[in-house]
């Protein structure tokens, strides 16, 4: 490749390691010559003539949506779906009197996301792609692009594309609010200036994640990530990238959900990654925790500074409440990585996987 991995030993920890970068790099982009964050005006308004939106995408695209979706309801107050792409190319839903689609996709080419694009497109509705790559055939068959500026990334599993795909779509609600006069009460271009330092932050304490890894991961079949909320999407993501490198068999779940099932396979020693970001929910996750601690299971428990309790395994910087997964992401990531490492996987080209999939 013509990208270069520098001292890096692997693709993915230079793009883990990027992502501070990226985060500040998308808000200037994003920025006009007041500061203010700015994107199309022909975006804009689509976004507020719509009436419903349905974000389309695949893997980690796909967990990025379910994030976005928080951040497009709770600022611009606009009802969102997230799909599967593949499931909805066959099994589309009622949909609303006017629609926009949202194809989130880091490369642009994924074959399910563009079967759904081009029934839509048919059907004479408005798609909007969120992607990393200019002129891709997503970005050339949408209506609309909205660029992600991160870079090439290079390692087939999704790290700095990921958190770019959330702080665009945290842009484009925060757009999308202040053009329907909705205010926030927050100022996003700050909060994302202090997500990107404790991106850094987290960056800087890779030795912690790698002894976790090896630790908890090094000879696991199985791993659960548990949240709620925003969190539980996060775990999604987490879980992903884990199995994804590492081949270990893992799942996200929502944490009031695991008595309906998942906890059956809670046994000595079972590594569970928690997630305790919100405050709101911060006392039920808890409570999940010490329920698979009382059936011999292994706790990493991940939570935000002001959140935290003893015995916790990490404690991250505290940034907005809706911003958390950019970096609650990250420990997750770092995780992965040293878990792939350490059970001597390919990281940057696991088995089985393309890092664009151009097939149905
Ligand atoms: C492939 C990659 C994943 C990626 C997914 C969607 O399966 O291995 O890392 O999340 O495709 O890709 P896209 O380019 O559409 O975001």
Known sequence: SDIEKGTYPHYMLKEIDEQPVVIRNIIQKYQDENGALTIDEN??????EADRIYIIAAGTSNHAGLVGKQFIEKMAKVPVEVHISSEFGYNIP???KKPLFIFISQSGETADSRAVLVSVKEMGHKALTITNVPGSTLSREADHTLLLHAGPEIAVASTKAYTAQIAVLAILAEVTAKAKGLSLGFNLVQELGIVANAIEILCDSKEAYEDIARSFLATTRNAFFIGRGIDYYVGLEGALKLKEISYIQAEGFAGGELKHGTIALIE???PIIALATQESVNLSIRGNVKEVVARGANPCIIAMKGLEQEGDTFIIPEV????????????LQLISYYAALHRDCD??????LAKSVTVE
């Open 268 to 270: 000595d020693g079972t």
């Open 320 to 331: 907005h409440e809706l911003l958390t997964p950019l970096i609650s992401v990250i420990p």
């Open 94 to 96: 009622l949909l609303s």
């Open 347 to 352: 990281v940057d080209k696991p088995r089985n």
């Open 43 to 48: 975006i804009v308004s689509a976004m507020k």
